[in-house]
T-cell receptor, first 109, second 113 residues
Framework: LAKTTQPISMDSYEGQEVNITCSHNNIATNDYITWYQQFPSQGPRFIIQ?????VTNEVASLFIPADRKSSTLSLPRVSLSDTAVYYCLVGDSNYQLIWGAGTKLIIKP | NAGVTQTPKFQVLKTGQSMTLQCAQDMNHNSMYWYRQDPGMGLRLIYY???????DKGEVPNGYNVSRLNKREFSLRLESAAPSQTSVYFC????????????FGQGTRLTVV
């Protein structure tokens, strides 16, 4: 099972682009990379998922280099409401996901 | 569309008491999961049900039992609660066990004294 490494915390300012990088050196061929967001006292919420190259949806982009040993979640023009914990997960099925402590992102005015 | 609904939202138990946490999803998903989350930590899988009629142990199953009552409902039972089971419990569901978006409930905050 692939383990991930991501920064414990980050802070940024409203209107900035935020990039959170996750390391997953032992990612397997069939593994997908998934990011979740969690607000205090709430369950995690799916943000984005990818296998390789770049994926973009209405809230974020996910950049995955060719060797797939790392990935970067990009949040464009963050606001105060983006303050949350962000989890990077790697696996080929939901029940195999290993949840680390995540990255606590704090957005300042 | 309620998504994943958990009851109760809060519960205080005395050591040795039993209780069942209820979870229901209305998205016609095949797979359901129970996680626990301790303060400052990520989620840990207790049990999962890949499809109706099947259940399997996750990372931390000791002290828990589950029942996949039907496709919609997946309950978690603590037979004899211990202080170490004080945690926030999340139920989740996904269309299949293959990698994809999982939907989470709002959680049950359980305290065992």
């Amino acid at each position: 099972l692939a383990k991930t490494t991501q920064p414990i915390s980050m802070d940024s300012y409203e209107g900035q682009e935020v990039n959170i990088t996750c390391s997953h050196n032992n990612i397997a061929t069939n593994d997908y990379i998934t990011w979740y967001q969690q607000f205090p006292s709430q369950g995690p919420r799916f943000i984005i998922q990818g296998y390789k190259t770049k994926v973009t949806n209405e809230v974020a982009s996910l950049f995955i280099p060719a060797d797939r040993k790392s990935s970067t979640l990009s949040l464009p023009r963050v606001s105060l409401s983006d303050t949350a914990v962000y989890y990077c997960l790697v696996g080929d099925s939901n029940y195999q996901l290993i949840w680390g402590a995540g990255t606590k992102l704090i957005i300042k005015p | 569309n309620a998504g994943v609904t958990q009851t109760p939202k809060f519960q205080v138990l005395k050591t040795g008491q039993s209780m069942t946490l209820q979870c229901a999803q209305d998205m016609n998903h095949n797979s359901m999961y129970w996680y626990r989350q301790d303060p400052g930590m990520g989620l840990r899988l207790i049990y999962y049900s890949a499809s109706e009629g099947t259940t399997d142990k996750g990372e931390v199953p000791n002290g828990y039992n589950v029942s996949r009552l039907n496709k919609r409902e997946f309950s978690l039972r603590l037979e004899s609660a211990a202080p170490s089971q004080t945690s926030v419990y999340f139920c989740a569901s996904s269309p299949t066990q293959e990698m994809g978006e999982a939907f989470f409930g709002q959680g049950t905050r359980l305290t065992v004294v």
